[in-house]
């Protein structure tokens, strides 16, 4: 636990159970905001072909999960910790000129 509270730099064992909560809610807030972004698009999950369905799906959570993760820490009281998150993954994936240097 020491080490995971050194490495996100945070202090207590509650702020590491309100980030965990946080985690888990968004992942299924996402989860369950695909299904009518899928539907919007016209794929069914017992018409459209699994082969077409799935990897839209899944490829469709992941930046419905980057959105709403920042305002998900928001309400569990965590928004710095979830904002330089949000920060630091932007830069990886190529938008780090979008970020000054902190």
């Known amino acids: 636990m020491e080490?995971?509270?050194?490495?996100?730099?945070?202090?207590?064992?509650?702020?590491?159970?309100?980030?965990?909560?946080?985690?888990?809610v968004?992942?299924?807030?996402?989860?369950?905001?695909?299904?009518?972004v899928t539907n919007f698009f016209g794929l069914y999950r017992g018409e459209t072909n699994p082969f077409i369905y799935w990897p839209f799906r899944i490829l469709l959570i992941f930046p419905i999960y980057q959105f709403?993760?920042?305002?998900?820490?928001?309400?569990?009281?965590?928004?710095?910790?979830?904002w330089n998150m949000e920060k630091k993954m932007l830069k990886r994936i190529g938008f780090k000129r979008f970020f000054k240097e902190d």
Do not use: D, Y
Not at 4 to 22: D, V
Not at 26 to 36: Q, S
């Open 26 to 36: 968004n992942g299924t807030l996402a989860v369950r905001l695909a299904n009518p």
């Open 68 to 82: 709403t993760l920042v305002f998900v820490g928001a309400l569990f009281g965590q928004f710095q910790f979830f």
């Open 3 to 24: 080490k995971l509270k050194e490495r996100w730099g945070i202090k207590s064992n509650w702020q590491i159970l309100l980030i965990m909560c946080a985690f888990a």
